[in-house]
């Protein structure tokens, strides 16, 4: 049994994910698809390389996973297969795959010219290398080999002395707030200074990390790092998204007490 994972931007209720999913049980009965999600942003490259960098570690080595967004191919950005960390990938070198890695891939292959695809090539290319690479097809012997992938920069948060002003990059079904301010640059900026974490304004403010939800009270403002070791922000059972009008454009500072002089 081989696992093959699907990441889309598209509506549930669309035919899309089920066409992708007969193609490849019709060709590979035994596979056994999983998704990941489809309720990726519209072309939101960073969204989804979010959300498959933090979910594709947890299924077993040979994974394949097809990543269905922003999906056109282009004279520079083709179709690819990315073999990193044991795992399989397949979409468009449009810069997600810098996203998603953190190190040089093991094999990266290219399909230039493949054909027509028409506006499907989720279905007619992508299935189709899955299907190979379950029948037992060496990645070198389905595609061009490539040296590297298209360089995405990640959006960082902005560092001062006492200040960081960072982005939400995700807001998951509870509505709770990750942003890209990551736990290693929390620690060097902070170095165990007290700090103000500020929501959407002066008047919603946080000065400690909790280390689980229930630490503080219901309806209360928290913030966690959460598993992936990104700035999390939420309300105890509440949605703190919806209650403060954040999206993934919104900016959350954390502002640390100015270091004493000697």
Not at 31 to 59: C, E, G, M, P, R
Not at 77 to 82: E, I, R, Y
Not at 226 to 233: A, K, P, T
Request: hydrophobic share 40%; proline share 3%; with cysteine.
């Amino acid at each position: 049994m081989r696992i093959v994972t699907l990441i889309s931007d598209w509506n549930s209720a669309d035919y899309y994910i089920g066409a992708i999913k007969g193609r490849i049980l019709s060709n590979c009965p035994e596979a056994l698809i999983v998704d990941i999600n489809h309720q990726i942003a519209t072309f939101n490259i960073n969204q989804a390389a979010f959300v498959l960098k933090n979910a594709y570690k947890s299924f077993p080595s040979d994974s394949i996973h097809i990543i269905a967004v922003q999906s056109e191919e282009s004279k520079d950005k083709p179709f690819v297969l990315v073999k990193y960390d044991s795992h399989y990938f397949i979409g468009v070198d449009n810069g997600l795959f810098y996203l998603l890695i953190d190190s040089d891939p093991e094999i990266i292959v290219s399909f230039e010219g493949v054909g027509k695809t028409g506006s499907f090539p989720e279905l007619e290319i992508f299935s189709q290398i899955a299907v190979e690479l379950i029948k037992g097809k060496n990645p070198e012997d389905i595609g061009k080999k490539r040296d590297k992938v298209f360089k995405q920069l990640p959006v960082l948060p902005a560092v001062e002395e006492n200040i960081i002003t960072g982005k939400v990059i995700y807001i998951d079904s509870f509505q709770n707030i990750i942003t890209n301010i990551d736990k290693n640059i929390f620690e060097k900026v902070g170095q165990k200074r007290p700090f103000t974490i500020y929501v959407q304004s002066k008047g919603n403010k946080i000065s400690r990390i909790n280390n689980s939800y229930n630490e503080t009270s219901e309806g209360e403002l928290l913030a966690i790092f959460n598993s992936g070791g990104y700035l999390e922000i939420a309300i105890r059972n509440g949605k703190a998204a919806e209650l403060f009008n954040l999206n993934t454009s919104s900016a959350i500072r954390v502002v640390f007490e100015e270091k004493k002089s000697s």
